[in-house]
């Protein structure tokens, strides 16, 4: 399996300013024919489901706000929220889909300091 | 607009089977994507069960493939999972996904059920 670990477990950060959460997969999520990391964020808000941001490592979904972005490649992945912002509040998980069985980091905690 | 929706017991016993069934809504299920389950254990993060895709052919989590069947009922347009034999450590948020395959994530989610397993 392709174990996904997720630094820091949690962080608090200001109203307006940015955090960072990193995901690191146990092997490379690269496709080396297409260039395309196999990688998505999550977003989980308390008592909800989660909700897809972002394909691709860096792709953002129809919908989610340009505050949001993923980079990285390989084994190394980036989502950074710039301007936090009071509804950003929860918990994000990356999640690779470059093989079977589909793996989930174990989440970062994200609150307002 | 795909909406799914899980439904089954909310209390199972030890030993039991737990069996539920996510209807999707909005479009069909014989479609070139996955249906998935993913649960949640109480304050925890997320496990993936498996998927079963338009084919039929189904994946699942090696840790519970002994246990798992995911099944698919084009007929209702519903898709389902059982799970044998189960124990307290089953007890968890069951989700419904629509996956993406190898064109990405889970793009649409159930909005979850919660399975208690206790006598």
């Known amino acids: 399996d392709i174990v996904m670990t997720q630094s820091p477990d949690s962080l608090a950060v200001s109203l307006g300013e940015r955090a960072t959460i990193n995901c690191k997969s146990s092997q490379s999520i690269l496709d080396s024919s297409n260039k395309n990391n196999f990688l998505a964020w999550y977003q989980q808000k308390p008592g909800q489901p989660p909700r897809l941001l972002i394909n691709?490592?860096?792709t953002r979904e129809s919908g989610v706000p340009d505050r949001f972005s993923g980079s990285g490649s390989g084994t190394d992945f980036t989502l950074t929220i710039s301007g936090l912002q009071a509804e950003d509040v929860a918990v994000y998980y990356c999640?690779?889909?470059?093989?079977?069985?589909?793996?989930f980091g174990q989440g970062t905690k994200v609150e307002i300091k | 607009q795909v909406q799914l929706q899980e439904s089954g017991p909310g209390l199972v016993k030890p030993s039991q089977t737990l069996s539920l069934t996510c209807t999707v809504f909005g479009g069909s299920i014989r479609s070139l994507y996955y249906w998935s389950w993913i649960r949640q254990h109480p304050g925890k993060g997320l496990e993936w069960i498996g998927y079963?895709?338009?084919?039929?052919?189904?994946y699942y989590n090696p840790s519970l493939k002994s246990r798992v069947t995911i099944s698919l009922d084009t007929s209702t347009n519903q898709f389902s999972l059982r799970l044998t034999s189960v124990t307290a450590a089953d007890t968890a948020v069951y989700y419904c996904?629509?996956?993406?395959?190898?064109?990405?994530?889970?793009?649409?989610w159930g909005h979850g059920t919660t399975v208690t397993v206790s006598s």
């Open positions: 079963i895709n338009d084919t039929g052919r189904t």
């Open positions: 999640q690779q889909y470059y093989t079977t069985p589909r793996t």
């Open positions: 691709w490592a860096s």
């Open positions: 996904t629509r996956d993406l395959g190898l064109v990405g994530g889970m793009d649409v």
